[in-house]
């Protein structure tokens, strides 16, 4: 379907398009000449735009971040992460991320300084925690945390990389309250597991872009039966924050040729630490008593 002039559009086609008619005075917006010179050099580069972040790409095009969303916003996006879906759409249908990433990296590799990309790297980690810790919502954090400590079942999901997040997560809350596994944990498969949770239990879903779409069909599923869904993701615009009843955007922007997953570490470790510390003594207990089950098994070897 054709973007019309009302709506901001959702392909990159649709994109150039606008800004021909932005330029030609037809649609209905004014921009400044720095900001069409700003969505040119965007329409141009739709790779670049698709996989930096907002900082990186105000920096390439030398000018602020607040510059990036207002264009955004006068485009009629809700913010500047609705802007990049369209470039992220053009570069996933060309399953290029993973190739895109990788050549950044590369990109990167003329420096010959000594751990030059190791220490690039741990400034872009650094960079993306602080941001997780400015865009949290503290009171989404905060019943976050008091569903993974009283509801009946918790389930976390996630595949590709975020499977490891899953099992750190599953293993962690489990050390402190009963009835917590990844949702495959008896390799009953997923449908089969999804099917024991009942309404109100948690299921906690990962994944990022370029989204797992069976993580996005499993959130969904798990949502329409009742269950509370908390999504670890990307960006307000994730189409697993859609169905989520919370989600956490998590900056994910560095040299890996992959997603990063320092920041969804932090947030992992953080939401575990809260449930342990409203758990008090319970969880202490659970602790103790899995020390004791521990030793006893080990004496018995």
């Known amino acids: 379907m054709k973007d019309t002039l009302t709506t901001p559009p959702k392909t990159l086609s649709g994109l150039r398009q ?3 008619a932005i330029e030609a005075g037809e649609a209905g917006i004014r921009l400044g000449k720095r900001s069409r010179h700003v969505l040119a050099l965007l329409v141009e580069a739709p790779q670049q735009a698709a996989v930096s972040s907002i900082s990186e790409l105000a920096d390439r095009l030398g000018v602020n971040a607040s510059t990036l969303s207002r264009l955004a916003q006068r485009l009629g996006y809700g913010g500047f992460s609705q802007l990049q879906d369209v470039f992220r759409r053009e570069v996933t249908e060309g399953q290029s991320f993973y190739s895109d990433q990788a050549s950044r990296l590369l990109e990167a590799s003329g420096d010959t300084q000594e751990l030059a990309r190791l220490s690039r790297l741990g400034r872009q980690e650094s960079a993306n925690m602080a941001s997780l810790l400015e865009r949290i919502d503290p009171a989404a954090f905060e019943q976050t945390v008091t569903l993974l400590a009283t509801a009946h079942r918790v389930r976390v999901h996630g595949m590709r990389q975020f499977h490891s997040l899953a099992l750190f997560m599953a293993y962690g809350l489990g050390m402190l309250r009963p009835d917590v596994a990844p949702l495959d944990a008896g390799r009953q498969g997923v449908a089969d597991a ?10 906690v879903v990962a994944s990022c872009f370029p989204y797992t779409p069976s993580v996005l069909a499993t959130a969904e599923v798990a949502a329409r039966h009742g269950v509370e869904v908390i ?3 990307d960006s307000e615009s994730s189409p697993l924050a859609r169905v989520a009843r919370h989600s956490f955007p998590v900056p994910n922007h560095s040299l890996f040729y992959s997603n990063s997953m320092c920041a969804f570490m932090l947030l992992a470790q953080g939401l575990l630490s809260e449930v342990a510390s409203a758990l008090g003594s319970a969880g202490l207990a659970a602790l103790k008593h899995r020390e004791t089950m521990i030793a006893e098994l080990g004496a018995s070897l």
């Not at 999804?194 to 299921?203: E, H, K, N, S, Y």
């Open 18 to 20: 606008r800004l021909k």
């Open 194 to 203: 999804l099917a024991q949770l009942d309404p109100g239990d948690v299921l």
């Open 231 to 233: 999504a670890l993701t």
